[in-house]
Structures are given as C-alpha cells and as structure tokens.
C-alpha cells in the first residue's frame, strides 16, 4: 500500500485510541471524586501534570478544577492534546485515506467527530451527565474499532491501524497507571484501606478490566493489579497483549516470521516484547514503577520512529548505525 | 409548517419548465412523478428532504465554512424534486454529444499534429496560437488511438425555445460526477417506489465504465496495469470526487509526492517498495502536473511525468493540451469541426458567439453590452464575466474598455433563459432555473452516462448555478424507452 496510506491509517488509529483513553483517564478521576472525601479535590491537577502541558493549562485556565480541567483535556481546540483535537486529526486522516478504509469506517469517524463537536459547542451535552457523555466517546470508539475490524480488509492497511491502536494503548495504559500508582501512594496509611479498594477499582474500571481482575485475583492488590495491567498476556488493554499483538501485525506487514527481525522496527519491538515476557512484578516494583513506566513510554517511541523511518518514508532522529542492523 | 405539500398553484411563469408545459400540465413522462408528490402524507417530502441532508451530512460530503473557528461545516445543497429527460430527448442529446466528442478528438489531435483545420482555413492560426490553453509541450503527441479527451462533462441548456443548447465543452477535468451518483443513492432510499414506475435508467456503472476506459489507455505490453487517480490533495474542492472514484473504481489514489519517476517510468511509494504506475487519471490541471515541463513551481506534480508520458511508459487521462478547445473563442468554431472533420451537421447546436476578435462582431457587442454576456475565453466557473443586462454602467464601461484592450480574449453571447425545475422553497414549489452537465467517457467507443448532474440556481431569479455562487444539485432522471432499456428499479428498501 502507498507509504502516505499507511502513514494516515496509523495514526487515524492511534488519534481515535487516544481520544478513547482520554476518556477513560477523565472519566476515571471524576468517578473518584464522587466516591471520596472533600480532601481529595487536588486529583485534577495530575491530570493535567500528565499532560506536560501544565504551562499552557496555567496560562490559560489558572488554578485546576474539574470544570476547567475538562474544558482543557476534552473540548479545547487550540490545544492538540484535548479529544477534540484528537479526533479532528484522526478524521482529517481517515478523510485522506477514505478510498483506502470502509465507507462504513469513515462515516463512524466522522459521526463520532460531530457528536463530541456538538457537545462542546453546546458547552455541554444536555440530558447528560459528564460520565455519559465519556461513556458516549469510549461507545463511539469501541463502534469505529468494531467497524474497522468488521468491514476493513485484515490485509497490511487493517495491521496499520491495529498497529497504531496497540501501540497507542499500551503507552495510555501504563500512563493511567503510572498517574495513579503516584496519587494513590502518597500515604502508607491508606494502604489496604476501603478508600484504597475503591480507588485502584475505578483504576481498573477505566481500563474495563474490573471484572476480569476479579476473576482471577478477586482481592485488590496493588502488586496484582500491576501485574494484571502491565503482564497480562490476555486482557486486551493490558501492556504485554498490546505489545505481543502489535508484533505479530509488524512481522503481517512485512512478511517476515515471528521471533526474527529484518528491520529496526521489529528488532525494536520484538526486543520489548520479549523484555515484558521474562519481566515479573517483584522486578517491576522494587525497581519503581514511575521508572518502570518511563522506560516503556521510551521505548514505545523509538518503536514509533522507527515505524514512520521504515515504512512511512520519514526521516527522524533515529541514529543511523543502529538502523542497518539486518538478520541474514 | 402549513398544510399539505403539492403542485397545486405552481406557476410555469412564462419559462420553459422540465417537469410542466406551460399550459400547467405535467409533461407525460413527469406524471408518475407528480402524482406520487401529491399523494404523499403530509410533511413527507420534507421529512426526506431533512434525512437527505442528514445523510450528506454522516457521509462527510461537505464543505469547511471558511473563517468559522469552530469547525461548521456544510453540505452542498440538495433538492429533492428530480429533473427527467424523457427518452426521445435524451436520445437526442446523447447522440449529439458523441457526435461533438468525435470531431473535438479530431480538432486537438490535428491541431497538434497535421493541422490541416489551419490549413483548410476552417479557423484561423491567430485565434489557436493565442489561447492561453493551448500547450506548445504538446506539439507532436500521439495519445494511443488518437484520443485525448477520454473524460468529458459538456454543459447544456435549455433556452425559452425548448432546445438544447451546447454552453461549455470541459474538456480538462470536469467534476460533479460524484454528485449524480450519491444524489442518486439517496433518492433511491427516499423513493423506492417512485423510482420503480418511472422507468429512470441507472448511473451506477459509472465507475466501472470509467475504469474500462482507463484500462484500455495502458501500454500495450502491460499485463494487469496499475491505474491510479492522481489527486492536488484534501485541500483540493473536488477532493471527495477524487476519493469517491478511486474507492468505487478500486485503485488508489495518489498525490504527486507519491509518485516518482526513475528510469523514465512512474513509480508510487509504497510500504513494500516502488510499484509501477501504467494509468493515471490525473485531477490536476496541465499546468501543474510536471514541474519540468509546465509551471516550475508546481509543487503538486511530478517531475519527468511527462517524458514518461511522451515515450508512452504511462497513459494520462485526459491527455495534456485538450483545454484548447475548452477556449471559448475555439468552442465558437465547434459547429463548423462538427462539419469539417465529420461531413455531418451539429445535432446540438452551440449558444451563438460574438468573437471579439472580428471587428464587426466586436462592434456588434460594443453597441450591445446591455444586452449581452460578455466572457473572458480563457475562465471558467462564472468568473471573469459580465452579465449586462443585470451589470451597472460602470461595470459595462469596464468590460467596453477590457474589450478593446484585449479583443482576442472575448466572446459575447446573448442572454440566454434557462429552463426551470419546481423546487422546495420553505413551504411550497418554485421553479428555479437549472443546467445539465452529462458525462461522457471516450474508450473503444464514445459512451454517454444515462444521468447527469442538474445543477440549480437556489436564488429567486438568478441563473447562475455555479455552486461556489448559491447553486444546488438535484438528481438527473433519463428515462428509459421502455422496455428495451435497463432501468434503475432495484430500489433499496426505504430507510
């Protein structure tokens, strides 16, 4: 397929599961507020910490609220962080590539652009409350992925944008619970504690793995449900599904078996993949998950450039000695 | 809203009326049409017209409202009330549209080559060398088959006297085709039931048709040639045109930076590497289309096609250098093309054409600005044009001085009424005046698309119908000399 198809598919994809986490990561802390003490108001400021845009957020809305924080992450235009923005870039993708998706698929995306479009310019939905609403966007885009999957080729454009959303969501996922991992923390006291269940339970929640959870750990743990998130090898959202799958639509891609490599892209990610599988827990937390969690976040980038180098045709910062590193 | 929907008190007001005779009645092959409007429940036709525009909508065919910061956009308006060309007429026009497309075929590639029309005297060298779309590159070019024109939108319209008059050739690269086959689409839905008894001819096989024609372009050695729609880009207005035909035709569609050539044949880039490109139907003006031998700075092209396409390692459709005869001092002459390379007389005859370049016309249409539209030769799309009966004294003053200064470059003809279509203004039917635009595709042989786009001017009196200047689209239905003909009665099931 031509390389700039490719290249918009990938990140049509990515833009949607970043526009879906995005709810999920407000929807989440507005769920905790509702379910805690007075106190715990300070929960919308690492919201926008995780952003790396506090400046601009600063600049522009002044002291964090939930109001405010949800004007920025959801319906700010001007910032191409927000869902908004989100889903402008990945309809203006799609729209570049509509010969090359399902009609069906582009009709999705572009419903799903109108309808958060139109909240906004409403200010706010009416006859809705807030967590509907992000129930509505994580809905719309369960709809696109279930579209594309559904009426898209599973050829190397379908492995595109599978790419792209895999990738995407295990880079938020690990953010959601590096967020979290950080402000639940802070005091050992609360360890162990009812509000301690509640909270990494609407951690799960946001990431629709309660219930898996339950099944096969039942108590809440903290080291469970990062092994849950991070290890799982079965759980959609979790960091090793997504890392494991998006492997196998590289090595679709280019044709070459599983377990080898004949570019920087799957040299890359196979070395990651197979990082995550020997990688246990114990290893994980005494190392701290904070670092943990930016070393995979490095990572997952290099992958991304060296996708975009590969096969997109864009030239990026990759260094070049480790770029003509071939197996034989 | 008030009341009930119907024909009842619509008014032909002196113009000729496609669905009405000017004693009121409807004409025979609109009876179907009207009657079923009629007996629609109230509130029904708006009801359609609403999902119509909701559809337009969800499928994205729209426009970005400039300056607007948060994001509206709008869809090309859309009328509900179909225009219908009964059979007998549209046999006529369709005969005489392949009629034109041979002997314009004839004119670009002896104009280029022999140029025996200069020869014979049939039109004068000044008036071909001084037209700006006429491309010296092209000198010596011998497009597989002789033709160059593969893809064709002609421009008609009817005038008060009922006939059909040929306005525009658009030989580069017309569009709206797009349009007559979702226009279609919807209306289906809409009306299934409609559609069935009307015996209205399908529009759907246009891309396929359309892909046979570009096919057959290819180098002859080329097995399973690679076709592809070369695109400006999404920033392009007929962008969705673009893509819609690439995705119904199943190829790709490409923009120039996708391409390359090397080794003197076109490449595009693609995840697997530089595949080969046999045909392209390129949406780029010739100006455009290769930085090398056109405009240097073109940045949407690609460099060396045109070698490439000298050396007949890639077909282009349509060739470069057919806007010469989208000239309208060129288009003037048509009629006598028609006469010269075929020995036949125009079936379709042209709207009469002062050119200024004759000193008695030029006199003529100075003395009679008042009366008369005055064209610059080389624009199109409703610009660079002068409309004196509706202009001020000013803006004939202007024209009157344009004229002199630069005769060559326009043409004057009369006035023309454009026929009418009854057409939902708020709560009842208006005529509006409208246009055609048929599609012709020049293959093995010259194929003329049952349909069309009509376009019409939503603005009460207006007659242009220019969508960039207040113009809608409604669907096209040619109606089949039944029962021989195939008819567009697989009507889906209404939504």
Redesign the interface.
């Known amino acids: ?6 290249d918009s598919i990938y990140w049509m994809s990515r833009y949607v599961e970043r526009a879906e986490n995005l709810a999920r990561f407000v929807d989440v802390t507005l769920n905790l507020i509702l379910d805690q003490p007075s106190h715990f108001e300070s929960q919308w400021e690492p919201l926008v910490y995780t952003t790396g845009d506090q400046e601009y957020f600063e600049t522009r809305y002044g002291e964090a609220d939930g109001s405010k924080v949800i004007e920025f992450l959801v319906f700010d ?1 001007d910032y191409e962080g927000s869902i908004i923005s989100c889903l ?1 870039a990945a309809r ?1 993708n799609a ?2 590539v ?3 998706i399902s ?1 069906e698929a ?2 999705q995306i ?2 799903f652009y ?1 309808m958060v ?1 139109g909240a ?2 409403r200010q706010q939905a009416e006859n809705q409350t807030e967590s509907e609403f992000f129930d509505a966007i994580r809905e719309q885009s369960q709809l696109f992925n279930g579209i594309l999957d559904a009426t898209l080729s599973h050829a ?1 454009g379908w492995h ?1 944008a599978n790419l792209g959303r895999l990738i995407e969501r295990a880079d938020k996922t690990s953010r959601i619970l590096d967020v979290k991992y950080y402000t639940l923390l802070p005091d050992p006291n609360d360890v162990g504690t009812t509000l301690d269940d509640l909270q990494w339970s609407s951690v799960l929640r946001s990431v629709s793995g309660f219930e898996t959870y339950r099944k096969q750990f039942h108590a809440i743990s903290v080291d469970k449900v990062v092994e849950f998130l991070v290890l799982d090898r079965h759980f959609p959202r979790a960091v090793q599904f997504c890392i494991n799958h998006a492997d196998e639509s590289l090595h679709a ?1 280019s044709g070459s078996p599983l377990n080898t490599f004949q570019n920087l892209a799957e040299q890359r990610l196979g070395r990651l993949k197979s990082e995550l599988a020997y990688s246990d827990v114990q290893s994980i937390v005494n190392g701290g998950l904070h670092e943990f969690v930016d070393d995979l976040q490095v990572k997952l980038n290099e992958v991304g450039e060296a996708i975009a180098e590969i ?1 997109f ?1 864009r030239t990026t910062k990759v260094e070049s000695t480790q770029s003509q590193t071939q197996s034989n | 809203m008030s009341g009930k929907l119907t024909f009842e008190g619509y008014q032909t007001e002196g113009f000729h009326d496609e669905l009405f005779n000017n004693r009121g009645q409807p004409r025979p092959g609109a009876q179907v049409l009207v009657d079923f409007i009629d007996s629609l429940p109230e509130g029904k036709l708006r009801e359609r017209q609403g999902a119509i525009e909701r559809a337009l909508h969800r499928m994205g065919i729209t426009f970005a409202v400039y300056g607007d910061e948060s994001g509206t956009e709008k869809i090309f308006p859309f009328d509900i009330v179909p225009r219908i060309v009964e059979a007998f007429e549209w046999n006529h026009i369709a005969a005489g549209l392949k009629q034109r497309i041979r002997a314009l075929n004839l004119f670009i590639d002896d104009i280029y080559n022999e140029q025996d029309v200069l020869k014979d005297q049939i039109i004068p060298i000044e008036l071909v060398t001084a037209a700006a779309s006429f491309r010296r590159q092209c000198i010596g070019l011998r497009p597989p088959k002789g033709v160059w024109c593969h893809i064709t939108g002609t421009d008609l319209i009817r005038h008060k006297d009922g006939a059909v008059y040929v306005l525009e050739d658009n030989l580069r690269c017309p569009s709206g085709v797009s349009y007559v086959l979702q226009n279609r689409l919807l209306m289906k839905r809409s009306f299934p039931l409609a559609f069935a008894e009307s015996n209205v001819r399908p529009v759907f096989d246009y891309p396929i048709k359309l892909y046979e024609t570009l096919v057959q372009l290819a180098p002859e050695h080329v097995n399973n040639p690679q076709v592809v729609v070369l695109t400006p880009g999404i920033y392009n207005s007929a962008y969705y045109e673009h893509s819609f035909l690439a995705q119904q035709m199943g190829v790709e569609l490409v923009e120039g930076r996708d391409l390359v050539v090397k080794d003197g044949f076109v490449y595009m880039r693609t995840t697997d590497g530089f595949q080969r490109v046999d045909v392209i139907y390129r949406r780029i003006d010739d100006d455009f289309i290769d930085p090398t031998a056109f405009r240097k700075d073109s940045m949407l092209g690609v460099p060396g096609l045109m070698n490439a396409y000298r050396s007949g390692r890639v077909a282009l459709a349509n060739a470069p250098g057919t806007g010469i005869a989208d000239d309208k001092v060129i288009y003037a002459y048509v009629p006598d093309f028609i006469r010269y390379y075929l020995d036949e007389e125009p079936i379709l005859p042209n709207v009469p054409t002062y050119i200024c370049a004759r000193e008695e016309d030029r006199k003529y249409v100075l003395a009679n600005l008042d009366k008369l539209v005055v064209k610059a030769a080389n624009e199109a799309g409703g610009y660079g044009m002068l409309v004196g009966p509706h202009a001020t004294p000013e803006e004939r003053a202007e024209f009157a001085h344009k004229v002199q200064e630069d005769p060559r470059n326009y043409i004057a003809q009369p006035t023309l009424s454009l026929s009418r279509v009854p057409t939902l203004v708020d709560d009842h039917f208006e005529g509006r005046h409208v246009d055609l635009r048929p599609y012709i595709l020049y293959g093995k042989d010259v194929w003329v698309l049952p349909g069309g786009l009509t376009r019409v001017a939503l603005r009460k009196g207006s007659l242009v119908v220019n969508s960039s200047q207040g113009g809608g689209s409604k669907d096209t239905w040619v109606l089949a000399d039944v029962p021989e003909q195939v008819v567009d009665s697989e009507a889906e099931r209404p939504i």
């Open positions: 397929m031509l390389s700039r198809v490719a235009r402008n203006e729209r570049t509509r010969e090359a009609s582009w009709e572009n419903q109108h479009r906004s310019h190397s595109f891609i096969f045709g």
